[in-house]
C-alpha cells in the first residue's frame, strides 16, 4: 500500500495581505447590505405613520367630474369596517413666531380618535382653530405644546389666513434612519380649516379599521370588486417602501457597481499572492512530485490554502461589517441624530453575501496559481528556478492583446449608441468593454512591464544611484512578480483618475448647457412693481447683482407669442454667466437657442417682420446661441416693438458660493428672500424664475455623489495598497539569499531599505502613468455614454487632481515598502548560506 505523501500548508502569515483584502471587500459587501436593509427600514416605519391607526388601504377609481367636483364622493363601503377615513397625499406650509417655516406631509387621524391616543404629549385637536403636529414638525418650526403657527393665505386653500395653536405632539417614525418628512395630524375637527371646503376627501385613496379581533386580510379577501382594491395595511406599506426604492435604482446601481470594483480589486490582489507563493514554492513541489505526490495531491494543496484564506478573511469581513455599521448607528445616536441605538439589521443576505462572495472570489483568483502549480516538474527540484524570461506575446499576450481591442471597440460602440439615444444598451456595451479591456491590460501587464519599468529605470538610476539601479534591475529580473505588484497599484489609480475625469468633465458639461440654458440667475417678472424693485432685491443678502429691465410679446406665427427680455450688453456681462452672448446682441437681433428657436419654427439667420409700436412692420433678424432658454433684445429693439407698453422686469445675478457675500446663505435663503419681497407691496402678479437654483442644486448633488464615490472608492485603493505591500513583501522573502548576499558584500542597510523604497516608487510609478492613462479614457468615455445624449459633452482633464494621484501614487509605493525594506535590512549575510523556504 502506498505511503501517503504529508503536504503541509503554506504559513498563513504569507497570505495575511490576501485575508486583509478579502476582509475589507467582504466588510464592504456586509456595509452595502446592510445599508440597504437600514434605508428600506427606514422608509417602511415612515410609510407606516401614513397608516397610523388603518387596518386596510383602499383605492377606488375616480371619473373626471369627480376630480373636479367641488363636494366630496361618499367614502367608500366596506363590509366589516367600523371606520373609513381618506388617505392624505397633500401638504400644508405652517408658518410660526419664531419664523421658522415648514412644509408638513397631511396625514388624516382615524375618526373618533381622541384624548391622549398614540400622542406624546398634549391632547387631540378637537376645534377647527387646533392642531396635533408630529416631534420632526414640532422641532422643525421651534413649537412645542400651548404656541401658535399659522397657515398663510397664499398657501391656504380658502384664500385666507388661519391661525392655530398647537394642543399635542405626537411621535416621530421609529426607525427613521435616514431621517423623517415632518408630518401634521389632520382630524375632523380642523380638516376643513387645514385642507378646504373638501377636507381631503376628493381622492381615490381610502383607510379603514376593523373591529378587534377581526382578520382584516378576510376583510380585504371579501371587499375587493368593482373596481375597488382593498389591501391591508402591512401589503399597502410594503407596496409603498418598494416603490421609493425603485426611484433609488440608480443609486443601487452605482453602489452595485463599486462592490464589482471592490471584489475585482480583491480578486486580482489575491491571485497575485498565490502566484508569487506558488512560485516561490516550486522547489518544495517539485520535491513533493519527486517523493510521490500527484498532481490532485498538489491540487489540494492550492485548494485548501484558498478555501482556507477565502473562509477566514471572509467570516473576518462579515463580522467586521457588521461591527462597524454597528458603530455608526451608535455614533449618530450619540450626536443625536437618531433618538436612539438602533440594533444592526440582522438577515440572512447580510450574513451570506459577504462570506459566499469572499470565498468565491478566492477561489476563482486560485484558478490560475492552482494550473501552475500542478505543472510543476519533479526535475525542478534538483536544479535552481531562475526566473522565466519570456520571448514574444505567448498565449497570454495575445489574450490580452485581443480583449483590449474588443474591450475598446465595445466601448466605442457603447458610447455611439448611448450618444444616439440607444442609452440603456449603449450603457450597458460601454461597461462591458471598460472591464474586458482593462482585464487584457492586466493580462499583458507580465509582457509590458520589463521594457516600461527600463525606461523608468533609467531615470531614476541618475538619481537614487546605486539603490536605484540595484531596484531597476529586480524589477526587469522578475516581470511576473512586478506585474502582480503594478496590477494592484494600476486599479487604484485608473479608479482614481477615472472619476476625477469624470466628474470633472461632468460638472463642467453640466455647469456649460445650464449657463446655456439658463446664463442669468434669476428673472423677476410682475405686471406692476416698485421703481426701486431693483434695488430692493439688490439689497437682499446674498445677491450680486439686479439691473432693471422690461418685456413684451410678439406674435411670430407660432401658437403662442414669444416673450422678449430686453438687456443691454453690459448688462449681459453684468448679471450672465455667459458674457460673451454681449457681443451678439446688437440692434435688430433678437438672441435665443435652439430648442426655443425650433418650438416657434424660426431659423437662425432668419428675418421675421413684426408689427412695430407704431403699427409699421420691423425686421427682427433670428440669431441662435448655444440652447438659450429665454429670447433677448436690446432695449432699443423692444421699444420699437412695443414702445411704453411693456411690463418690468429685474435680471439679477447671485453672489458666488464661497464669496463672503454669500456666508451662511443658501440658494434656497435667496429664493425664500425673493419670493417674500415680491409678494409684498408694489407688486402684482409677480413671478420670478431661479435658473441660479437650478444650477447650484446640480453642483451640490455633483459634490455628494463625488463624496460619496470617493469613500467607495477608499476601499478599492486600500486594497490595491495592501496588494503592493504585499507582492512586496513576498518578493523579500523570496530574495532572502540574494538580500543575505548584498549584505555579505558590504551593502549597509540603509541601502537595503531605499532598494526597496525605490523599487516600489518605481513600480508606482509605472503603475499610476497606466493608471492615469486608462483612468482618462475611461472617464471621458463613460461620461460620454452617461450624458452624451442629452447635452453636449465638455472633455475636461483636472490636471491639479490627476498630478495629485500620481504623487499619492508614488508616496504609496514609497509607503508600502517600508515594512519589507526594514525585513530586508535586517537579512543576516550567514542567511546567503542557508536554504530559502
Not at 91 to 100: N, P, R, V
Not at 301 to 307: A, F, K
Not at 806 to 819: E, K
Request: one cysteine or more; charged letters at 15%.
Amino acid at each position: 500500500m502506498a505511503r501517503r505523501v504529508p503536504v503541509k500548508l503554506t504559513p498563513l502569515r504569507r497570505h495575511l495581505a490576501a485575508v486583509v483584502t478579502i476582509a475589507l471587500s467582504c466588510a464592504f459587501v456586509a456595509v452595502m447590505v446592510l445599508a440597504g436593509n437600514l434605508m428600506q427600514a427606514s422608509l417602511r416605519s415612515q410609510a407606516s405613520q401614513q397608516y397610523e391607526g388603518a387596518d386596510l388601504a383602499i383605492e377606488r377609481p375616480m371619473t373626471d367630474e369627480q376630480w373636479s367636483s367641488q363636494t366630496p364622493p361618499a367614502p367608500p363601503e366596506i363590509e366589516g369596517a367600523d371606520a373609513v377615513w381618506p388617505q392624505l397625499m397633500d401638504y400644508i406650509q405652517l408658518d410660526s413666531a419664531t419664523g421658522s417655516s415648514a412644509v408638513l406631509s397631511a396625514s388624516m387621524r382615524p375618526p373618533g380618535a381622541s384624548g391622549q391616543d398614540g400622542l406624546s404629549e398634549g391632547t387631540a385637536a378637537s376645534s377647527a382653530s387646533e392642531v396635533v403636529l408630529d416631534e420632526n414638525a414640532a422641532e422643525a418650526l421651534e413649537v412645542a405644546v400651548g404656541d401658535a403657527v399659522v397657515l398663510p393665505a397664499d398657501h391656504s386653500a380658502s384664500g385666507a389666513e388661519h391661525r392655530f395653536t398647537v394642543v399635542g405632539i405626537a411621535p416621530a417614525p421609529t426607525g427613521a434612519v435616514f431621517g423623517g418628512t415632518p408630518q401634521i395630524l389632520v382630524s375632523e375637527a380642523n380638516a376643513e380649516a387645514l385642507l378646504g371646503p373638501t377636507a381631503g376627501a376628493i381622492t381615490d385613496r381610502w383607510l379603514a379599521s376593523v373591529p378587534a379581533g377581526t382578520d382584516p386580510a378576510t376583510v380585504a379577501a371579501q371587499a375587493a370588486g368593482d373596481g375597488t382594491t382593498v389591501r391591508t395595511v402591512d401589503e399597502a406599506e410594503e407596496e409603498s417602501a418598494s416603490q421609493i426604492m425603485r426611484g433609488f435604482g440608480a443609486l443601487a446601481m452605482m453602489l452595485a457597481v463599486f462592490v464589482v470594483i471592490a471584489l475585482f480589486t480583491s480578486a486580482v490582489v489575491i491571485a497575485n499572492t498565490f502566484a508569487v507563493t506558488v512560485a516561490q514554492r516550486t522547489r518544495s513541489l517539485a520535491l513533493l512530485r519527486t517523493l510521490g505526490a500527484t498532481r490532485s495531491q498538489v491540487r489540494g494543496v492550492v485548494l485548501r490554502e484558498s478555501l482556507t484564506v477565502g473562509v477566514i478573511g471572509a467570516v473576518l469581513g462579515m463580522l467586521g461589517g457588521h461591527l462597524l455599521t454597528q458603530a455608526a448607528l451608535a455614533a449618530a445616536a450619540g450626536l443625536g441624530w437618531l433618538d436612539g441605538v438602533l440594533l444592526v439589521p440582522l438577515g440572512l443576505w447580510s450574513v451570506a453575501l459577504p462570506v459566499l462572495a469572499g470565498v468565491a472570489i478566492t477561489l476563482a483568483a486560485s484558478l490560475a496559481p492552482m494550473r501552475s502549480a500542478t505543472r510543476v516538474a519533479p526535475l525542478q527540484a534538483l536544479r535552481p528556478a531562475p526566473p522565466v524570461l519570456r520571448r514574444g506575446l505567448g498565449i497570454r499576450g495575445m489574450l490580452g492583446l485581443i480583449g483590449v481591442a474588443a474591450g475598446i471597440a465595445i466601448m466605442v460602440a457603447g458610447t455611439v449608441l448611448a450618444v444616439n439615444q440607444v442609452a440603456s444598451l449603449g450603457i450597458l456595451l460601454a461597461l462591458a468593454g471598460g472591464v474586458i479591456s482593462f482585464s487584457g491590460v492586466l493580462l499583458t501587464l507580465v509582457i509590458i512591464t520589463r521594457p516600461l519599468s527600463a525606461i523608468v529605470g533609467r531615470i531614476i538610476s541618475r538619481v537614487g544611484g546605486l539603490p536605484a539601479r540595484i531596484a531597476s534591475a529586480n524589477v526587469a529580473r522578475n516581470p511576473r512578480r512586478s506585474a502582480a505588484t503594478i496590477a494592484a497599484l494600476l486599479i487604484g489609480t485608473t479608479l482614481m483618475t477615472m472619476m476625477a475625469v469624470g466628474a470633472r468633465t461632468a460638472e463642467e458639461t453640466l455647469t456649460s448647457e445650464l449657463d446655456s440654458r439658463r446664463p442669468i440667475d434669476m428673472v423677476v417678472s410682475a405686471a406692476d412693481m416698485p421703481q426701486d424693485a431693483a434695488a430692493q432685491i439688490m439689497a437682499i443678502r446674498g445677491m450680486d447683482t439686479a439691473i432693471a429691465s422690461a418685456r413684451g410679446d410678439i406674435e411670430v406665427g407660432s401658437t403662442e407669442p414669444m416673450t422678449l427680455y430686453s438687456a443691454t450688453p453690459e448688462t449681459v456681462r453684468e448679471v450672465s454667466h455667459r458674457p460673451e452672448m454681449a457681443d451678439e446682441l446688437v440692434d435688430g437681433v433678437v438672441l435665443l437657442g435652439q430648442e426655443r428657436a425650433e418650438s416657434f419654427g424660426v431659423t437662425d439667420g432668419q428675418v421675421l417682420s413684426v408689427d412695430g409700436a407704431d403699427g409699421s412692420p420691423y425686421e427682427l433678424r433670428v440669431q441662435i446661441d448655444a440652447n438659450l432658454q429665454m429670447s433677448l433684445v436690446t432695449p432699443s429693439t423692444l421699444e420699437q416693438l412695443h414702445g411704453d407698453e411693456t411690463s418690468p422686469v429685474v435680471l439679477a445675478d447671485f453672489a458666488d458660493p464661497g464669496t463672503p457675500a454669500r456666508e451662511g446663505v443658501a440658494a434656497l435663503d435667496l429664493v425664500d428672500a425673493v419670493n417674500e419681497q415680491i409678494n409684498g407691496n408694489g407688486y402684482s402678479e409677480a413671478s420670478a424664475d431661479f435658473g441660479g437654483m437650478e444650477r447650484e442644486s446640480y453642483g451640490q448633488i455633483l459634490t455628494i455623489l463625488l463624496g460619496i464615490t470617493v469613500g467607495l472608492l477608499a476601499v478599492a485603493v486600500l486594497v490595491a495598497l495592501v496588494g503592493v505591500a504585499n507582492t512586496l513583501s513576498l518578493g523579500v522573502i523570496e530574495r532572502t539569499g540574494e538580500n543575505a548576499l548584498l549584505r555579505a558584500l558590504g551593502t549597509t542597510r540603509g541601502q537595503m531599505r531605499a532598494m526597496l523604497g525605490w523599487e516600489g516608487m518605481l513600480l508606482a510609478l509605472v503603475g499610476a502613468v497606466l493608471g492615469i492613462v486608462l483612468g482618462s479614457a475611461y472617464g471621458v468615455l463613460g461620461i460620454e455614454a452617461l450624458l452624451g445624449s442629452a447635452y453636449p459633452v465638455s472633455i475636461t482633464i483636472p490636471w491639479a487632481q490627476v498630478g495629485l494621484v500620481l504623487v499619492l501614487a508614488v508616496l504609496a509605493g514609497g509607503l508600502a515598502s517600508v515594512l519589507p525594506g526594514r525585513t530586508a535590512a535586517r537579512t543576516a549575510p550567514a542567511a546567503a548560506l542557508a536554504a530559502n523556504e
